[in-house]
């Protein structure tokens, strides 16, 4: 090779270089660096966010409804699309402009699908195959409880396999996450999911009247308070006792607090939606028997794991993620467990646990680079208001009929 010929070379790499600095979208970052936009609006969140694909979050913005359901005193479907209709255009163009990018250099747009609820989902949907056709980018459908399983990811080194617990206001499952789109269910609600009821406890206690909690979430307003109860003056049953399987059911301790505060009410002579002196007794054992539910069927879970061969016998991990991860008093219920079973556990930090456009987007990124799930812009999409994680195992794990072994869920606050 003539030295004519290597200086000619080292030119155009350094002219390519230049063109790709001056063109990068978003402060210096290459065009090589893919970027995908992840679209949310599952519940009553609109959110957005623009990822590269080391899972940098270069911009995201998101509208809460929280204040207006707390008004209402739970989420009306109705209300949740008007207000995702209102504001996902600003939502998702204030994620494009704080991280500098222009939908020309996007690489895909990612949106969750399904599940949720079907009004609000339809409003993201709508929106996104609007702005793919626009932009002609391709389009990634996202399952919702599959971008909370992979948010981890994304935060730190996480290899597969990994056994997940994924619990909110509208889900709860256990589930062995294999591989981005592969995930064997072991357990999941057969009713209401724990947030829910926590919320519907809440509500039925009328604490937003409570000077404390007036602001906050119906399951944030029991762990507060609850941190100043006694657990032990309301001893109510854990769910499912005598049933050996991994699946959750919480309609029944619902059932066993409301009857308990109708009983409180009628001792102190006050009418529903005065609030009880034995407030904060009421918030301790329900959270408690929340987190021992959760506990004792995630321990099953993990010694059907172990039996089956189903999770790696070096460094074993249990993923919690969704809204009702960041309850710090679930958390340590789940770390007895693990502790005693000899799995790391991990939570996202709680602003990665509540819906957000960044895991939809983290999603979609993790797609992309497998090239998984990936639909050019023109495919019509439907969504799915209820849709199942992976392959279901719950016969199975049912069949098995492990047995736990006693464990004391003595949790300081």
């Keep these: 090779m003539t030295m004519f010929s290597t200086q000619v070379k080292v030119l155009h790499r350094l002219l390519q270089f230049r063109h790709t600095f001056w063109c990068a979208p978003s402060f210096g970052k290459a065009l090589s660096s893919r970027l995908v936009l992840g679209i949310e609006t599952s519940c009553d969140d609109t959110g957005a966010a623009v990822l590269d694909e080391t899972g940098e979050i270069l911009g995201e913005s998101l509208h809460s409804q929280k204040d207006v359901h707390l008004r209402t ?14 504001n996902i255009e600003r939502v998702v163009q204030e994620a494009l402009d704080r991280s500098n990018v222009d939908p020309s250099h996007l690489s895909a747009v990612a949106t969750t699908v399904k599940p949720g609820l079907a009004l609000s989902l339809g409003i993201g949907l709508e929106f996104s195959q609007r702005f793919v056709r626009q932009h002609n980018k391709p389009f990634i459908p996202i399952h919702h409880m ?15 396999p990994f056994l997940v617990l994924l619990v909110s206001g509208g889900h709860s499952l256990l589930s062995v996450a294999r591989g981005v ?48 109860g006694d657990r032990t003056r309301f001893p109510f049953r854990t769910p499912m006792g005598q049933t050996q399987d991994c699946c959750f059911s919480f309609s029944g301790l619902r059932n066993q607090v409301t009857m308990t505060i109708m009983k409180q009410e009628a001792e102190e002579g006050v009418e529903q939606g005065t609030l009880l002196s034995c407030v904060d007794d009421i ?4 959270q408690h028997t929340v987190a021992s539910h959760l506990a004792k069927r995630t321990h099953r879970a993990i010694l059907f794991c172990k039996a089956n061969g189903l999770l790696p016998s070096n460094s074993p991990t249990l993923v919690v993620s969704g809204g009702v991860a960041s309850n710090q008093y679930i958390r340590k219920a789940l770390a007895i467990i693990t502790e ?24 979609g ?30 016969a199975q794990v049912r069949a098995a009929a492990i047995r736990l072994p006693s464990v004391r869920m003595k949790i300081l606050n």
Excluded at 148 to 157: D, E, F, G, S
Excluded at 283 to 286: F, G
Excluded at 366 to 393: C, F, Q, S, T, W
């Design 73 to 86: 005193g739970g989420i009306i479907p109705t209300v949740a699309q008007q207000l995702h209709r209102e």
């Design 146 to 160: 599959e971008a909370h399983a992979l948010t981890v990811r994304m935060l730190q080194p996480v290899a597969f």
């Design 181 to 228: 789109d592969d995930f064997l269910l072991l357990g999941h609600s057969l009713d209401e999911a724990p947030g829910d009821t926590l919320d519907k406890v809440a509500r039925r206690l009328s604490l937003i009247k409570h000077p404390l909690c007036a602001t906050l979430s119906g399951g944030q307003a029991i762990e507060l308070l609850a941190k100043e």
């Design 283 to 286: 918030a301790a054992a329900t």
């Design 340 to 363: 005693l079973t000899g799995l790391r556990l991990l939570c996202p930090p709680a602003k990665f646990c509540t819906d957000n456009g960044v895991m939809i987007a983290w999603n």
């Design 365 to 394: 990124v993790e797609r992309l680079r497998e090239g998984k799930g990936i639909l050019p812009p023109n495919v019509d999409v439907h969504y799915e208001p209820k849709a199942p994680l992976g392959v279901d195992m719950t």
